[in-house]
């Protein structure tokens, strides 16, 4: 009912930028109202954690670790939620997932590796 189609990954040097796009498609028929979209990470060999979050009264969360770094946005007009990542740092490196919140469940995007050589 949602489909979220992520993009924007890759690998960069420390104290680059990368902005992650996400795309969030509901089904016509559905009646479903995203409440929250969020970017989650996992590293290798660690629990995915959040990294961000919007609500839709505009509201943010940032992770400790990346406040000051990185800024979640959206365009309603396009639906899309962004994460713009600046200053990346070797620990950054992890899959990165988009996440829709609903009353029902939650949607979570294929997934895009973000890559941060040292």
């Known amino acids: 009912q949602v489909q979220l189609e992520e993009s924007g990954g890759g690998s960069v040097q420390p104290g680059g930028s990368l902005r992650l796009s996400c795309a969030a498609s509901v089904s016509r028929f559905s009646l479903i109202s995203i409440n929250v979209m969020g970017w989650y990470r996992q590293p290798p060999g660690k629990q995915r954690e959040l990294v961000a979050a919007?609500?839709?009264?505009?509201?943010?969360n940032y992770a400790d670790s990346v406040k000051g770094r990185f800024t979640i946005s959206r365009d309603n007009a396009k639906n899309t939620v962004y994460l713009q990542m600046n200053s990346l740092k070797p620990e950054d490196t992890a899959a990165y997932y988009c996440k829709a919140e609903t009353r029902q469940r939650d949607y979570w995007g294929q997934g895009t590796q973000v890559t941060v050589s040292s």
């Open positions: 919007l609500t839709r009264g505009g509201n943010t």
